[in-house]
């Protein structure tokens, strides 16, 4: 895959360098220092992009084929939303932001990223080892790994001053590396329009762009996720001998090894992926081996698994097991009962911790949980953190102006994505071979498990809920891109029906919101809006299914 040809230096070492000066020249320290650090950053990054894109048939110098513009194109407008974008709220949060918040004014749109950044400039600028970042001093980390990479940036490329927007540059990066694995391997397992969609939702979503553009794990981890993708689909087609949906096309218009390659490099890859979880959060890379042991499962011959997937398996995941129960207790806190006592108890800790805080944090909410069962209470929980961001709440709720372009276009993303999401069990039971089938119900089967556990452990919290959503969102874009490819054969009546369920729903809580903060109509009790909301959708169903019905003669 890594290969440089002349031609990328014409174009990228002048740009890096113009791009290097201008980034020193806003920040602070050394001019010199700093345009050195920020030009070879940037010349690593695009060259990796370049090389990335042209491996996996995309080129930016090769316009031949349809597919390989778009794909250079998704990756070229990836990097450049997420860079600009973190560079643009670093800009005008100080400028714009909260008055007085410690984090804003520093340029910073999450907590987390601050604290993690000031403590890697802590250890960077220290005497101390770059590994004492995995000690509980530097505890704003969890996991130590992410901490570290971001205390070697700072201490070999930034050593005499804090330049934040090195960490931005490689978030940036991360973010939009993982979309040429990830179009390769979705080519070879579903074909190219289930690739193209997967690939420009994994590109243009908001949540992800936005963290993106700033120091944290997710785009690390959505970057290992595809690596892992593309090293477990190709290692799956060589051993197994047998053509996937797309994989009898390319093999015809290309030599195996082209489309494929070698059992070791796609271990390699597959491998990459797994130890870049385990450093930067072991759970993700534990839920991971799940999502392949199941894929595995459902696609073998009366669900047989070859004994050395078991071992692989078996021995990762143990390994995970005691990288995550470790981190978590870093502070000894979470009591004893080994590995999985001590994850059960931060999960049930941390369940207990957010349904206070939506209680504590909402006159409503508490109003809601005073009247209803307590039994309703962590159901409540779940579906008030499945449905956040609210849509209608960013499109009505008084906030200043940065605030409210970034929340309704998390919103926005999200809201449009849900559909696909409900509708994903639907196009896994009609689209493809009885093998598709069984993989994209697995998957989503996972996602959603795994939405409503972040549901349960984000809470109601607007940022800290969709940011674990995230997580496993490169799953959620390969389910929504089979959606779309699904209803663009198929053109189910029942995507657009979903679609005005959801309307509805977005439509009642838009008249509470507008009652709660402009006072405007009046305000139904919240019992009566539930009840409104699921007789519209009994009848939108009802009608759906008497109108399928009567096309079909029954």
Avoid at 116 to 131: K, M
Avoid at 374 to 384: G, N, Q, R
Avoid at 441 to 453: E, K, P, R, Y
Wanted: hydrophobic share 55%.
């Amino acid at each position: 895959m890594i290969s440089i040809q002349r031609r990328d230096l014409v174009w990228s070492l002048p740009l890096s360098l113009l791009l290097g000066a201008g980034l020193s020249a806003l920040q602070p320290g050394n001019f010199f220092i700093g345009w050195l650090g920020f030009s070879l950053l940037l010349f690593l990054s695009l060259f990796l992009l370049s090389s990335a894109t042209r491996w996996a048939g995309g080129g930016l110098d090769t316009f031949v084929l349809d597919h390989r513009k778009t794909l250079a194109w998704m990756v070229a407008l990836a990097f450049i939303l997420r860079f600009a974008g973190g560079v643009g709220t670093y800009l005008a949060l100080p400028v714009y932001g909260h008055a007085g918040d410690e984090e804003q004014s520093a340029g910073f749109t999450y907590t987390d990223a601050y604290r993690r950044d000031s403590q890697a400039w802590e250890l960077a600028s220290s005497d101390r080892p770059i590994l004492d970042a995995f000690n509980s001093r530097f505890a704003s980390d969890q996991y130590g790994g992410l901490l570290a990479f971001c205390a070697f940036i700072y201490r070999y490329l930034s050593p005499d001053a804090h330049r934040v927007l090195l960490l931005v540059l490689m978030s940036a990066l991360m973010g939009a590396l993982g979309i040429p694995f990830l179009w390769k391997a979705a080519n070879l397992q579903w074909g190219e329009k289930v690739a193209t969609a997967t690939s420009w939702i994994f590109a243009l979503y908001p949540e992800s762009i936005l963290l993106g553009g700033v120091p944290m794990r997710e785009p690390y981890l959505l970057a290992f996720s595809a690596f892992c993708l593309w090293g477990f689909v190709s290692l799956r087609a060589e051993r197994s001998n047998l053509p996937l949906e797309t994989g009898r096309l390319l093999r015809e218009e290309h030599p195996r090894n082209d489309i494929i390659g070698s059992n070791k490099k796609s271990l390699a890859w597959l491998a990459l992926g797994v130890l870049g979880m385990l450093l930067v959060s072991p759970s993700i890379a534990l839920v991971t081996l799940i999502i392949l042991g199941g894929w595995i499962y459902f696609s073998s011959e009366r669900g047989r698994f070859p004994w050395w997937v078991v071992a692989l398996l078996v021995t990762v995941f143990l390994a995970g097991l005691f990288f995550l129960s470790s981190a978590l207790d870093r502070q000894g806190n979470l009591g004893g009962g080994g590995p999985l006592g001590v994850i059960q108890t931060f999960i049930r800790e941390s369940f207990k911790w957010n349904a206070y805080k939506i209680e504590e944090g909402s006159g409503w909410v508490q109003k809601l949980f005073d009247e209803m069962p307590d039994w309703m209470e962590l159901p409540f929980v779940m579906i008030y953190g499945v449905l956040q961001p609210i849509l209608p709440a960013i499109f009505i709720a008084p906030t200043i102006l940065p605030w409210k372009v970034i929340g309704i276009l998390r919103a926005i993303g999200w809201y449009a994505l849900l559909p696909a999401l409900i509708l994903s069990f639907w196009s896994g039971s009609g689209r493809g071979g009885a093998m598709s089938r069984s993989i994209i119900l697995w998957l989503s089967f996972i996602v959603w498990g795994w939405i409503l556990f972040t549901a349960l452990r984000g809470g109601g919290d607007q940022w800290d809920n969709p940011r674990y959503r995230l997580i496993l969102f490169m799953w959620q874009a390969i389910l929504a891109g089979h959606v779309w490819a699904w209803w663009r054969e198929m053109r189910n009546a029942w995507v657009g029906r979903v679609i005005v369920m959801e309307l509805v729903l977005v439509a009642v809580f838009s008249q509470w919101y507008l009652n709660r903060y402009l006072h405007f109509g009046g305000q139904l009790p919240f019992a009566w809006m539930v009840a409104l909301i699921l007789g519209s959708w009994i009848s939108i169903i009802g009608w759906g299914v008497w109108r399928d019905r009567k096309a079909h003669g029954v």
